[in-house]
């Protein structure tokens, strides 16, 4: 069963433009940790952001932010003002033990000049 | 400050020939993973590994060996490679408290491996 779906496979945007990458998670766990991970065309998956499930706080980085809402079990990525370095795929993982780590099919972002 | 990484980087095979990838990784992590990547089906995980001489089966196992016998390095075989084996392999590994599911991984840059 799917563990973590996000639905755009790819995304096209002209640079400056905001966009949001959605994820959507399936567990019985209470305990959970939600992730997301860049891969640039370089081809390395780069940490974002881990959260953990009693905390549904949304978080800002820069540019970055992530909202987080166990109602929904969805776990939200937005890019404000985006930038051609921003093209690359994003996965979103969910874990709950060290051997336990599912992870999107990921999302192609396209920022364009 | 290498972190992890991984040999070849690229590679052809035959049907039936066998290889090995090398993962190496310098942060004294426990944790070790190999996953393949295929398109549309995001990172699948082969074998793990919670510390040195220990390994585990993942998600997708079959026509995979693996082995740790040193820490820092996690090594993962094709005895008979097969066209369905075509992908691009990760190597990461992490280190936190045990399996919290806190884990944040470190990948390798990874390999592309293609078996005609």
């Known amino acids: 069963a799917q563990k973590v779906t996000q639905a755009q496979t790819e995304i096209s945007v002209v640079e400056k433009e905001d966009v949001t990458l959605d994820c959507v998670y399936e567990?019985?766990?209470?305990?959970?940790?939600l992730f997301w991970y860049k891969q640039p065309p370089s081809g390395e998956l780069v940490f974002l952001i881990r959260?953990?499930?009693?905390?549904?706080q949304n978080e800002i980085s820069g540019r970055y932010s992530w909202n987080f809402q166990k109602s929904t079990s969805s776990f939200n990525f937005t890019i404000t003002a985006s930038q051609v370095v921003d093209s690359a795929v994003y996965f979103c993982?969910?874990?709950?033990?060290?051997?336990?780590?599912?992870f999107g099919s990921g999302t192609k972002l396209n920022v364009k000049p | 400050n290498a972190g992890v990484t991984q040999t070849p980087k690229f590679r052809v095979l035959k049907t039936g020939q066998s290889m090995t990838l090398l993962c190496a990784q310098d942060?004294?992590?426990?944790?070790m993973y190999w996953y393949r990547q295929d398109p549309g089906m995001g990172l699948r995980l082969i074998h793990y590994?919670?510390?040195?001489?220990?390994?585990a089966k993942g998600e997708v196992p079959d026509g995979y060996n693996v082995s740790r016998l040193k820490k820092q390095n996690f090594l993962l075989g094709l005895e008979s490679a097969a066209p369905s084996q075509t992908s691009v392999y990760f190597c990461?590994?992490?280190?936190?408290?045990?399996?919290?599911?806190?884990?944040?991984?470190?990948f390798g840059a990874g390999s592309r491996l293609t078996v005609l």
């Open positions: 990461a590994s992490g280190s936190g408290r045990v399996n919290s599911g806190a884990n944040v991984l470190t």
């Open positions: 567990t019985r766990d209470t305990t959970y940790y």
């Open positions: 959260r953990n499930s009693f905390d549904e």
């Open positions: 993982a969910l874990s709950y033990a060290w051997d336990k780590f599912y």
């Open positions: 942060m004294n992590h426990e944790y």
């Open positions: 590994s919670v510390g040195e001489g220990t390994t």
